[in-house]
């Protein structure tokens, strides 16, 4: 049998040599609980009536928002600063008040995401339905809020905000993508947007639908730059389709069938689908 002895002396062999700090000074890393806390803040500020506390919302609706405002930006710039290299915290509460100047836009933007939900979805029984239950419009939500983050080259922090969406609705779309007004994700299950997709105004996208990347043939840094497609505007993706590849181009008013594969583009106003499967019915006895 083992010895605790030299289980433990077999770890610290691990540690010393492993190619990530794991043992020595705690590194200087944010809180996972207090950047859901700030998404949660984020979620009570931009959508108040289904989110926020009832008693500070019989402050008037300005008053409410600089509440809010100020504990966002003090919990938000606490943990940039632990996010930055110790030597550039200095710059974190600057960072943090340019995200939230961006805050009116980005709930405009979420509002016109709510009205493709609303259009798209006859489902949807109303608009205030989408905000309090659609898995995909928080995945958006939370998108929306760390691409900000994302932009200004804060590490770490963009990627646990969009892993905590992904956790709650199985919908993974990268901090990094470039996703324009007017969004729509429809069940939302299993959906993958790569890091350097770009996606226009007007778009739809069901569930499993996947926008990635080419695997890579010479390991991590062999491709750099453009490495996910670009769809444009008014384009619908179906079920289970996967599109690939950094210079593959969706054209506008295009629509994507259920299982297709692309790794090329495809021209404006095409209608892409695969064959049909030959169904074969046998008697089961």
Known sequence: MTSNADIARAMAENMAKAAVPLYGKKMRLPDRGAIIGIIKEFRRLLFPAYFGDPQLMALPAENYAALLLERIETALTAQVALALPEEQSFAAGALTHEILEQLPRIQETLMTDIEATFDGDPAAADKEEIIFA??????????????ELYLRHIPMIPRMMTEYAHSRTGIDIHPGAQIGPWFFIDH????????????G?????YQGVTLGALSPRAGHASLPGKRHPTVCDYVTIYSGASILGGETVIGEHSVVGGNAFLTGSVADNTRVVISAPETVFKNAH
Not at 188 to 199: F, L, N, W, Y
Not at 201 to 205: D, I, N, R
């Open 134 to 147: 659609y898995p995909g419009l928080f995945a958006i939500f939370v998108y929306r809020i760390a691409h």
């Open 188 to 199: 939302g299950t299993g959906i993958v947007i790569g890091e350097t997709t770009v996606i």
């Open 201 to 205: 105004s007007h778009v739809k996208l």
